[in-house]
């Protein structure tokens, strides 16, 4: 298991060392003149040359990088051209706010999923599963933009049940208020990725009722469904474990898209505005990020895999 979890580390440093590579030199790539920006539309080339020269914008690719590398060895993601600001202390106070969105979206993902998931291949010759199937599968279809504005106007212009748009400036200081922010968003993109996991959860228990482990209980005396709660529904969270990985990523990049429809104040709103801006140093410390915490947790599901299914540490 150590030697396992040492070589996933070092495919964890190696894929961040890509990502940092492909997005130093792909925000290189983006139009616009980020001198040009701070000194104004009025500005003379000599004061756009003497910012050029100031931030050290001039100087060569493989230069700036190494320069970046070298600060983030220490923990440094730089800082912002615009405000000067730490972008690790502006990315701490985003997170504030979509690190809880995003896990009361996998948690709203999750309760829709599971129970559903597994109710639908249960009673798949049944009318209700049949509909659990075909609602999951136009949900997923569904853009999470789209069901943003639908839920917007059913609980906040209609109901009144919950703000449409924005945060406390009082933040978590105030946590009622905070989560309530928070409630309409998160239940957008729960619903479109629980509808996506849904099907996975119904594809991995019709797989475990076919099962002859499940079959043997059945013949033991055991009905069915009991049987695939005992025997087949370890081997269903087994998949969904693994699944879990992809579905965080995609409520990471459904956040980028909810905090700007919603008006929130986190990572995902701030990446925008700087990539409008072109603060380049801290448009890649907040991909970077992203990709790190992405990284992490698929790192994190490989490990847990492995450490839970025997059928891997015997392969070891």
Known sequence: ??????????????????????????????????????????????QVAA???????????????????????????????????????????????TLPLGALALLVALVISIPLGILSA??????????????????AAVPVVWAGMMLVVVFAVWLGWLPAQGFPRSGWADPAAAVRALL????????????MLLRFVRSATLQAVGQDYVRTAAAKGLTRTQA?????????????????GLQI??????????????????????LVADVAARDLPKV?????????????????VDLVHRAIDPRQREAA
Do not use: C
């Open 1 to 46: 298991m150590i030697r396992y979890a040492l070589t996933r580390l070092a495919l964890l440093v190696l894929g961040l060392f890509v990502a940092s590579a492909v997005i130093f030199a792909t925000l290189r790539l983006l139009p616009g003149n980020v001198a040009q920006m701070i000194a104004g539309t009025n500005s003379s080339p000599e």
């Open 51 to 97: 910012i050029t020269d100031r931030l050290g914008l001039d100087r060569p690719w493989p230069v700036q990088y190494a320069e970046w590398i070298g600060g983030l060895l220490h923990g440094d993601l730089g800082s912002s051209l615009i405000t000067g600001t730490p972008v690790s202390v502006e990315i701490a106070a985003k997170a504030e706010v």
């Open 122 to 139: 249960v009673r798949r010759t049944h009318a209700s599963g049949t509909a659990l199937g075909v609602g999951a599968q136009a949900l």
């Open 184 to 195: 309409l968003p998160a239940i957008t993109i729960g619903i479109v990725e629980g509808a």
């Open 228 to 244: 695939l709660l005992r025997h087949g529904l370890p081997n269903v969270g087994l998949s969904i474990i693994t699944v879990l």
């Open 249 to 270: 990523a995609g409520i990471v990049v459904g956040a980028v898209v909810i905090e700007q429809l919603f008006a929130l104040p986190g990572i995902g709103r701030m």
């Open 284 to 300: 890649q410390g907040e991909l970077l990020a992203l990709t790190a915490f992405v990284l992490v947790i698929g790192f994190l």
